[in-house]
């Protein structure tokens, strides 16, 4: 079983919603990471927290807002999403010490938008 | 930034035979993880081997850094190992910036 949980499993939303995705991950790790998979591609990264802070925004629509309240917790709230962004929304976590260390990645996020 | 690519992009197999998948990587790297991307689009991983060789029962893994590549090896292969395999490799820096390559859908029939 992962050790990052990811929720809700399937999402369908309007273009006019808004609606948020949620990870948790209970190893002690403080890089937090959000990836996008369209079908039949490789991930791609998103954001990426290091201790609570966002280091790594790879020039992602203002539509996707990351939100990390914790270091437990990491969020993506949706809003005003286009038809194009349906794909699988994956959570990672990884430890810090050293900046080298492993990704753990949970189930995943699958998104429809209507 | 850093390239990835695997081969091959495609690899059907029999049950019971073995395989080598390569990942090539285009620059130096600190971290490389080999994956397996389930039909559920889960990422199960497989190993964390920024160099060396590991084994893990059929699966084991060698990184050779200083030539820039990867192979993971499966034997024996069964209709659960099908789906895709990733390596991502991370350059370092101040963040562990994880890249995937372009990946390997194996297919394994009975």
């Known amino acids: 079983d992962t050790e990052v949980t990811q929720t809700p499993k399937h999402l369908v939303m309007g273009m006019t919603n808004k609606k948020s995705l949620k990870c948790e991950q209970h190893m002690g790790h403080r890089a937090m990471y959000w990836y996008k998979q369209k079908a039949k591609k490789p991930p791609e990264l998103m954001f990426v927290?290091?201790?609570?802070?966002?280091?790594i925004n790879e020039s992602v629509p203002s539509r996707f807002s990351p939100e990390c309240p914790n270091s437990s917790l990491l969020n993506l709230h949706l809003h005003a999403l286009q038809p194009e962004d349906s794909a699988l929304y994956l959570c990672?976590?990884?430890?810090?010490?050293?900046?080298?260390?492993?990704?753990?990645f949970g189930e995943g996020s699958r998104l429809t938008v209507l | 930034g850093i390239q990835v690519e695997q081969s091959p992009p495609d690899l059907i197999l029999q049950e019971g035979a073995n395989s080598t998948l390569r990942c090539n990587f285009s620059d130096s790297v600190n971290n490389l993880q080999w994956f397996h991307q389930n039909p559920w689009g889960q990422l199960i991983n497989l190993f964390y081997?920024?160099?060396g060789t590991k084994q893990n029962g059929r699966l084991s893994a060698t990184t050779v850094a200083t030539e820039r590549y990867s192979l993971l090896y499966i034997s024996s292969s069964q209709t659960t190992d099908s789906g895709v395999y990733f390596c991502a490799v991370s350059a370092g820096g101040a963040t562990n910036k994880l890249i995937f390559g372009t990946g390997t859908l194996l297919a394994v029939q009975p």
């Open positions: 927290y290091s201790y609570e802070k966002l280091s």
């Open positions: 990672a976590s990884s430890p810090t010490r050293p900046n080298t260390g492993e990704l753990f």
């Open positions: 081997i920024p160099s």
